[in-house]
């Protein structure tokens, strides 16, 4: 079965630093990956998605990668700032576009 | 940009009786929509597959009979968590996907907070 791996630790960083997620996927590569952003309580917000052929996207201070030699993804947040703290999702689309999520990471930008 | 709601955002019901939730795209049309639920400090774990007009798609090992879904339009889908016990308290968030947006970005709701007493 295709699997979503993302580091379940917390990432704590300071202000102004760049904060870098890990997504990792088994098996077949996605035809795209998408990222998500979801706070406490509330449903996930769609940030980015990036296709296979393609190595890097940016949204203003974010940026995404694409490897599939390493089957990763990598989810920069440069210059964070403190309102950058959630859990970030990864997920990869099934077939009919089945959304399959990583466990998500929660990141703390602290000031 | 699209906006889905769900309805009710909490929602707090006895062991045995029924909870109905509501899942509407505002301003797209929704061939397809996606229920989730989620447990505290996890990921969102896909339940079923709502396409209008036609049965839901379940996820192995979610009972069909427990989790109603109806589809009845291009903007509204409703989960129906019958005769629900503790286990059943989650977060239940839905997603809504239109072939008039990008092909696979997904639109996701609030969430609704079910707690079974």
């Known amino acids: ?111 | 940009g699209a906006v889905v709601s769900q309805h009710p955002s909490r929602v707090i019901c006895k062991s045995g009786t029924s909870v109905k939730i509501e899942c509407r795209s505002l301003d797209f049309q929704a061939t397809t929509m996606f229920w989730y639920r989620q447990f505290p400090k996890k990921s969102l774990m896909l339940m079923a597959t709502s396409n209008e007009g036609s049965k839901a798609t379940y996820e192995q090992g979610v009972e069909k009979d427990k989790f109603l879904i109806n589809h009845a339009s291009l903007t509204l889908s409703t989960l129906t968590v019958t005769s629900a016990h503790p286990e059943d308290s989650s977060f239940y968030i839905c997603s809504a996907q239109s072939p008039g947006l990008y092909s696979y970005e997904q639109y996701f709701g609030p969430g609704t907070r079910l707690t079974v007493t």
Do not use: M
């Open chain 1, 1 to 111: 079965s295709q699997k979503i791996e993302q580091n379940s630790e917390a990432l704590n960083i300071q202000e102004g630093k760049t904060a870098t997620l890990t997504c990792n996927y088994t098996n077949y590569s996605p035809a795209y990956l998408q990222w998500y952003r979801q706070d406490p309580g509330r449903g996930p917000v769609f940030l980015l998605l990036i296709r296979e052929n393609e190595k890097e996207k940016r949204k203003e201070r974010l940026k995404v990668t694409f490897d599939t030699t390493l089957k990763q993804s990598l989810f920069h947040i440069t210059a964070s700032q403190p309102a950058d703290s959630a859990t970030y999702l990864c997920a990869r689309a099934d077939q009919g576009g089945k959304l399959i999520f990583g466990q998500g990471t929660e990141l703390s930008v602290k000031p």
